[in-house]
């Protein structure tokens, strides 16, 4: 198994919905990243977890939380969003020793109304 | 801060025609990769290149690193509207920092 999948491939959501983001991949990465692109822009970071705890985090608002309950799965758990919020929201992993070879997810296309 | 300036932003081409896209940097890179983006997708790693010098090949694609490490290219021959995409570089500079990226080079290929 050579991907990493995300679920859902849409969402909608409104201002005062809960919702997360699920990524898996089952390469034994042991890093993972959670990055945030608009259109017409290249990938913003936002997370990075390595070994199941978060090192970097690029000053995000508290309201998108990350949790890596295993190596294998990310989480980004979404509350009070704000329509800018509204973007492709990406999933990477990389093995380590790697020069930084990230393998990117198919992403989350999120619309918050 | 590093920066990495991709050129050209934008390239409208002839299926046949060759291009080529240029990612440069002030700062020295001990790796770098290029990634292909087609909407609503996510990146696809093409290459990464690691030594000074460094030329690799993938089909019609040859992807070079400068001698000092501080910039590379994308050459394309004889393009095919199945190349068109969001060419994105990124480099590293060291271990496991973030990766940076170019703001991209959104081609497009007409048949």
């Known amino acids: 198994d050579t991907e990493v999948t995300q679920t859902p491939k849409h969402l909608v959501m409104g201002m005062t919905n809960k919702k997360s983001l699920k990524c898996e991949q089952h390469m034994g990465h042991r890093a993972m990243y ?27 608002p508290s309201r998108f939380s990350p949790e890596c309950p295993n190596s294998s799965l990310l ?3 979404l509350h009070a969003l704000q329509p800018e919020d509204s973007a492709l929201y990406l999933c990477a992993s990389k093995a380590g020793g790697s020069p930084n070879e ?12 | 801060t590093q920066l990495l300036e991709q050129s050209p932003q934008f390239l409208s081409i002839q299926e046949g025609e060759n291009l080529t896209v240029y990612c440069n940097s002030s700062s020295v890179f001990s790796s770098l990769q290029w990634y292909r983006q087609e909407p609503g997708e996510g990146p696809v790693l093409l290459v990464t290149v690691v030594t000074g010098g460094e030329v690799k090949k993938l089909k019609r694609l040859t992807f070079q690193f400068g001698d000092a490490r ?3 290219s994308l050459h394309i021959t004889a393009a095919q509207p199945g190349d068109t995409g969001l ?4 480099g590293v500079n060291s271990g496991n920092t973030p990766l940076v990226f170019g703001k991209g080079t959104r081609l497009s290929v007409i048949a």
């Open chain 1, 102 to 113: 990230q393998f990117f997810g198919p992403g989350t296309r999120l619309t918050v109304l």
């Open chain 1, 75 to 77: 989480n980004l758990h």
């Open chain 2, 70 to 72: 501080k910039d590379s």
């Open chain 2, 87 to 90: 060419y994105l570089c990124a």
């Open chain 1, 34 to 60: 959670w990055y945030k692109q608009k259109a017409k822009k290249p990938p913003e970071l936002m997370f990075v977890y390595s070994y199941e705890k978060l090192s970097i985090n690029e000053s995000v």
